[in-house]
């Protein structure tokens, strides 16, 4: 049973198309995340959701909004896109409370802004 | 602040010992150790609490350091598979966040 999944795993686009990335986990975890892997393996967060609910918004620019309809979900739309948004894309999940505070990763999805 | 990975590479032979380390700048409450293999998803390891004990299991243990903010993984007696991008997660302040600011890796290639 796959634990966190996403779509789709490769993803090739034109500069200036709006595109989706769909996560869901089923862990029973109230928190979920995104992260965005450059070219050089910089691993970076840039959202999470606890129980719907935004907790963290790094500084991302706003054309990444992202939605959770549900505490097994977040999803991420992508508005505008531009060459350097090419990265690797990672959802995780994981359960706030202490010693239970493993993230669990997704299998990404390879993004490509031609 | 982006916690400090050495070293940034290292090659062992099979049945070598390997150290890496993570260095933060911040007050830490948690560390979390993980492995990433080309192409696919980071793979957790451990995770070293605040107030906790050195973590191990089989032969890859990890220690952290809470005054010095500084965290040690340590493998032993290394396999091929041991090979890989190995990321330190930092969590600051009173924790219950989840917000890990990841190092640069440290890529580790083990050889028969």
């Known amino acids: 049973d796959t634990a966190v999944s996403q779509t789709p795993k490769y993803l090739v686009t034109q500069m200036g198309n709006d595109k989706s990335i769909k996560c869901e986990q089923n862990l029973g975890h109230d928190t979920m995340y995104w992260y965005k892997q450059d070219s050089k393996k910089f691993l970076k967060i840039m959202f999470s959701?606890?129980?719907?609910?935004?907790?963290i918004n790094e500084t991302v620019p706003n054309r990444f909004s992202p939605k959770s309809p549900d505490k097994a979900h977040l999803n991420l739309h992508i508005n505008s896109l531009e060459l350097g948004d090419s990265a690797v894309y990672f959802c995780?999940?994981?359960?706030?409370?202490?010693?239970?505070?493993?993230?669990?990763f997704g299998p990404g999805t390879r993004l490509l802004v031609l | 602040q982006q916690p400090v990975q050495s070293p940034q590479a290292v090659i062992l032979r099979e049945g070598e010992d390997a150290v890496i380390n993570c260095s933060s700048s911040?007050?830490?409450?948690?560390v979390h150790w993980y492995r990433q293999k080309h192409g696919e998803a980071p793979v957790f390891l451990m995770i070293l609490l605040k107030g906790g004990e050195q973590k191990g299991h089989e032969k890859i243990s990890a220690s952290f350091n809470e005054k010095k903010q500084q965290s040690s993984l340590y493998l032993t007696a290394s396999q091929l598979s041991y090979s890989g991008t190995y990321f330190c997660?930092?969590?600051?302040?009173?924790?219950?966040?989840?917000?890990?600011?990841f190092g640069q890796g440290t890529t580790l290639q083990v050889k028969p």
């Open positions: 995780a999940s994981s359960q706030p409370s202490r010693g239970q505070e493993t993230q669990y």
């Open positions: 911040k007050a830490l409450y948690s």
């Open positions: 959701y606890n129980n719907k609910e935004l907790i």
């Open positions: 997660g930092t969590e600051s302040g009173s924790g219950n966040t989840g917000k890990l600011i």
